[in-house]
């Protein structure tokens, strides 16, 4: 079965460079959400997008932004990047966002190291 | 106090018995819980989800749900050294946010 597809899956930027990162979701899940996990941290959510509208912010940074397209997959693009960005970024998605019943699948994750 | 707590651990189990591991949340509106393995290194993977009291059992896998008493727990019999990973318990709280806890670490002794 198809997964969630995350591009690049390593990534070495200098400080104060741009990344971008790309998450194409399970086909027909609608909802996209983006976490950021550092090292021997749990994951701790940035933002979701349902239908291609904003659905929720957590922790993201006002140097990231990101957005979810027409064909459902989304891109978190990071400015000014900082060491403590390095960490792996994972992407996930789901039907119809967090109602009852619904599951998230994530995808391999972005390893993102900044240097 | 974090809305989702699991014990950092590491629990310690030997092989071939029954790891317990533990999860409190602190919304009563929580309606959806979910236990997610991941490797270092690696994505977290959906292990059970429970939505309701009760038992849910998969496998060598059962959830245990208790709202009344806030918390949700992962039974796993008949542990096996593949199953060493870290454990994160997950709910969907009443804002129907995912709220993650900061994971048990288990390692099973050959």
Known sequence: AAGVIQSPRHLIKEKRETATLKCYPIPRHDTVYWYQQGPGQDPQFLISFYEKMQSDKGSIPDRFSAQQFSDYHSELNMSSLELGDSALYFCASSQGGHAVGNTIYFGEGSWLTVV | ?110
Do not use: H
């Open chain 2, 1 to 110: 106090q974090k809305e989702v707590e699991q014990n950092s651990g590491p629990l310690s189990v030997p092989e071939g018995a029954i790891a317990s591991l533990n999860c409190t949340y602190s919304d009563r509106g929580s309606q959806s819980f979910f236990w997610y393995r991941q490797y270092s290194g690696k994505s977290p993977e959906l292990i059970m989800s429970i939505y309701s009291n009760g038992d849910k059992e998969d496998g060598r896998f059962t959830a245990q749900l208790n709202k009344a008493s806030q918390y949700v727990s992962l039974l796993i019999r008949d542990s096996q050294p593949s199953d060493s990973a870290t454990y994160l318990c997950a709910v969907s709280n009443s804002n129907y946010q995912l709220i993650w806890g900061a994971g048990t670490k288990l390692i099973i002794k050959p």
